[in-house]
C-alpha cells in the first residue's frame, strides 16, 4: 500500500509540473516556469522516496530526498521573490 501512496505523489508532482508547463508555454508567466521546475523537483524527489524505500530499503538516500525537495522549493522561492508580480 505504501508504495501506491509513493508512486501517485510522485504521478501527481509530475502531472501538475507537465500542466504549469503548458501553461508557460502558453502564457508566457515566468512564475508558471519557476512552479513547473518545482513540482518537477517535487516528483524526483518522491521517485527518491519510493527507491528508497521500497526497491532498495538497505541504501539511505534520505540526504539525496532532502536535497532534491529544498531545491525545488528554492525554485519556487525565488520565483515568488523576483518573479512574482
Avoid at 502531472?15 to 504549469?20: E, R
Avoid at 524505500?53 to 531545491?71: E, G, K, Q, S
Amino acid at each position: 500500500m505504501a508504495a501506491a501512496v509513493y508512486v501517485l505523489g510522485t504521478l501527481v508532482a509530475l502531472a501538475c509540473s507537465i500542466l504549469l508547463m503548458r501553461g508557460f508555454l502558453h502564457g508566457r508567466k515566468k512564475l508558471l516556469l519557476w512552479s513547473s521546475l518545482c513540482f518537477l523537483g517535487l516528483a524526483v524527489s518522491n521517485f527518491l522516496i519510493f527507491v528508497d524505500l521500497v526497491i532498495f530499503p538497505d541504501v539511505d538516500l534520505y540526504f539525496w530526498r532532502l536535497a532534491t525537495a529544498a531545491v525545488a522549493m528554492m525554485f519556487l522561492l525565488y520565483g515568488l521573490i523576483w518573479e512574482g508580480e
